[in-house]
C-alpha cells in the first residue's frame, strides 16, 4: 500500500488569501481561519510565506510584513507611473497635521499640551480629528493631571500605512526637536 502524498496546495492558498483580503493577513489568522481544518505548522507558514515573498522578486509587486500581518502592495519605485491611473488623489496634509502626527509617533504616549509645548502653538480640534478618522490615532489612556487630557498613541493602521512593522522603523529625529522632546519630562498613567 503506498503512503498517501498530501498535493493541498497550502502555497497557493497563502498566497490567495493574502490576496483576497481586505486589510493585511496576519499569520495568525492565517492559521486560525484560512488553515484552521488543515495539518500545516506555523514554522510551515512561515516558510510558504518566504517562498511566496522569494517568487515575487524582480516583479511589479511584492509581498510585505507590516504592524498588522503581511499584504500585496505595488514596489514603491512604481508609485508615478501607478499614480496617473488612479482617480482619487492622495490626500494633502497641512504642515500643522502632519506635525502633529510626527510628534504622536515619536513620543507616544502624548497629550494635547505635549504638542503644542513642542510647537509652540495651539493644535487645533480638527487636525486631532482628521488623525482619528484617519485612524492614525487614538486615545489610550489619560495623563494624571488636572483635567486629565488624553493620550494619544499611532495605530496598526499608522503601520500600516507607511509600510513598517514597528515605530523602531520610523527614521531618525531632527536633533532640535529631539532636544525639546527629551525636555518633556511628564508622568504618563495608562487607562488599560
Not at 150 to 165: M, S, V
Request: charged share 25%; hydrophobic share 40%.
Amino acid at each position: 500500500m503506498r503512503p498517501t502524498v498530501n498535493t493541498t496546495p497550502y502555497k497557493q492558498i497563502i498566497e490567495a488569501a493574502i490576496f483576497v483580503a481586505k486589510k493585511p493577513l496576519s499569520l495568525a489568522a492565517l492559521c486560525r481561519d484560512v488553515l484552521a481544518e488543515e495539518e500545516v505548522s506555523r514554522q510551515q507558514v512561515v516558510a510558504y510565506i518566504a517562498e511566496i515573498t522569494q517568487d515575487y522578486q524582480g516583479k511589479g509587486i511584492e509581498l510585505v510584513e507590516v504592524a498588522s500581518g503581511y499584504r500585496f502592495q505595488a514596489r514603491s519605485h512604481l508609485t508615478p507611473w501607478l499614480q496617473r491611473m488612479l482617480q482619487d488623489k492622495p490626500a494633502k496634509y497641512s504642515r500643522a497635521t502632519l506635525e502633529t502626527l510626527a510628534l504622536i509617533a515619536y513620543r507616544q504616549p502624548v497629550s494635547r499640551g505635549d504638542i503644542e509645548a513642542v510647537r509652540g502653538v495651539a493644535v487645533s480640534s480638527q487636525t486631532i480629528h482628521t488623525l482619528e478618522e484617519r485612524e492614525w490615532i487614538k486615545v489610550i489612556g489619560r495623563k494624571e493631571v488636572p483635567g486629565r487630557p488624553a493620550l494619544y498613541a499611532t495605530t496598526t493602521q499608522f503601520l500600516d500605512y507607511f509600510g513598517i512593522k514597528s515605530i523602531q522603523e520610523l527614521p531618525p529625529l531632527d536633533e532640535a526637536l529631539l532636544a525639546k522632546l527629551a525636555a518633556m519630562d511628564d508622568e504618563i498613567v495608562l487607562d488599560i
